[in-house]
């Protein structure tokens, strides 16, 4: 089934910040769970080498601590929840 409106909207919301910092969205969301303190890793699936060697670039790609306040900000991310240092 299709996301519902206020999903698509969010996520159109998040890719704004992600175009207003340079980021690619896919970054921003590999790298997320590495804040919680009880997340040791993320694995993301790959079928093709080029999929691991995309996958090694986002988990590469720097992220400043300006992307994650600029979410909180607008409303994106809630106040307290863990970020990637």
């Known amino acids: 089934a299709p996301a519902p409106p206020t999903i698509l909207e969010r996520v159109a919301r998040i890719e ?3 175009a207003e910092f340079g980021i690619p969205l896919a970054a921003a969301a590999l790298q ?3 804040g919680h303190p009880q997340v ?4 993301p699936g790959a079928r093709h080498p ?3 060697r995309r996958n090694r670039e986002l988990f590469a ?3 400043p601590a300006a992307f994650w306040q600029k979410l909180r900000e607008r ?3 809630r106040e307290d929840a863990p970020v990637p240092a």
């Open 40 to 43: 040791a890793a993320v694995v």
């Open 61 to 63: 790609t720097p992220i």
């Open 75 to 77: 409303g994106l991310l």
């Open 16 to 18: 704004e910040v992600c």
């Open 50 to 52: 080029e999929e691991v």
């Open 32 to 34: 997320f769970p590495l």
